[in-house]
C-alpha cells in the first residue's frame, strides 16, 4: 500500500478512535445529567438523543459495527494503528491475503479479509 493511502487511512483511524471516546464520554455526560435532572424533579429533559448519523455507507457501516462493544472496537483501532506502524496493515491476520480497500474503505480497522471473517464468525 502507498504511503499516502496507509496516511489516510491512519487520519480515519486515529478521527474513528477520537470520536469513540468522545462518544463514550457524552454517554456519562449524559448519564449524569439524567440523574441529576431526576434528583430535581425534572423527568421532562431528555439527555440522550441520536447523534448526526450521516446516510453515506460509511455512517452506516460505521453505526453498524458499532454493534461490536466500543470496547472492542477501540482495540481493533489499536491493533491496526500498530499494524500501520508495522507496515502489515491491510493484510488479513488469518491468511495473509490484502483486505480489498472497499472493505478497508467501510471497516478501516478489519484486520480480517471477508472469507477469514466469515470463517471466524460462523466459529470455525
Ligand atoms: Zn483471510
Known amino acids: ?6 496516511k489516510a487511512y ?3 483511524l486515529l478521527s474513528l478512535r477520537a470520536r469513540l471516546r468522545g462518544d463514550v464520554s457524552q454517554m456519562a455526560d449524559a448519564a449524569l445529567k ?3 435532572s431526576e434528583a430535581n424533579g425534572d423527568l421532562s429533559s431528555m439527555p440522550i438523543h441520536m447523534a448526526d448519523i450521516g446516510t453515506d455507507n460509511f455512517e452506516q457501516e460505521f453505526t453498524l459495527s458499532l454493534m461490536q462493544t466500543e470496547e472492542e472496537t477501540l482495540d481493533l483501532i489499536e491493533g491496526s ?11 488479513c491476520e488469518e491468511c495473509g491475503v490484502k483486505i480489498p480497500k ?9 484486520s480480517l479479509c471477508v472469507k477469514c471473517a466469515t470463517q471466524r464468525e460462523q466459529g470455525f
Open 1 to 6: 500500500m502507498k504511503t499516502t493511502e496507509l
Open 10 to 12: 491512519k487520519e480515519r
Open 34 to 36: 439524567k440523574r441529576r
Open 81 to 91: 494503528l500498530e499494524r500501520i506502524e508495522e507496515g502489515t496493515y491491510g493484510q
Open 102 to 110: 472497499t472493505r478497508l474503505n467501510a471497516i478501516p480497522y478489519a
